[in-house]
Nanobody, 131 residues
Framework: QEDLVESGGGSVQAGGSLRLSCVGS?????MAWFRQAPGTEREGVAT???????NYVDSVKGRFTISYDNTENTLYLQMTNIKPEDSAMYYC????????????????????????????WGQGTQVTVSS
């Protein structure tokens, strides 16, 4: 069983910053951060592919940065200028297919192409933003 463990969530005021981390044996070339607020569907926030390319949902562009540190085998999500609507459980995910092209990787979080069973998941870390 491949595992992923997130950390770095917490409570923050609007305008603040957080950095989420994800480590584990389940890392893969195509990695992503998802989030899910109560009563909503899981949303893909950002992806990073093995070629270094990244992709973001429009609502976080310019504020969040996804990165993967090969030396530490750690996935990060740097969150800045955090907004109350960013409050959610954040999940690290690794795509089970190891040979995805960048376009397929980045598209795999979009609603019409999102299949949860194709990803390995962490347990999540909660981010709560107060206004």
């Amino acid at each position: 069983q491949e595992d992923l463990v997130e950390s770095g969530g917490g409570s923050v005021q609007a305008g603040g910053s957080l950095r989420l981390s994800c480590v584990g044996s389940g890392v893969a070339p195509c990695m992503a951060w998802f989030r899910q607020a109560p009563g909503t569907e899981r949303e893909g926030v950002a992806t990073v592919n093995g070629d270094g390319s990244t992709n973001y949902v429009d609502s976080v562009k310019g504020r969040f940065t996804i990165s993967y540190d090969n030396t530490e085998n750690t996935l990060y999500l740097q969150m800045t200028n955090i907004k109350p609507e960013d409050s959610a459980m954040y999940y690290c995910a690794a795509h089970k297919t190891r040979t995805l092209s960048p376009n397929i990787c980045h598209g795999a979080t979009k609603t019409q192409f999102f299949f949860p069973s194709l990803w390995n998941w962490g347990q999540g870390t909660q981010v709560t933003v107060s206004s």
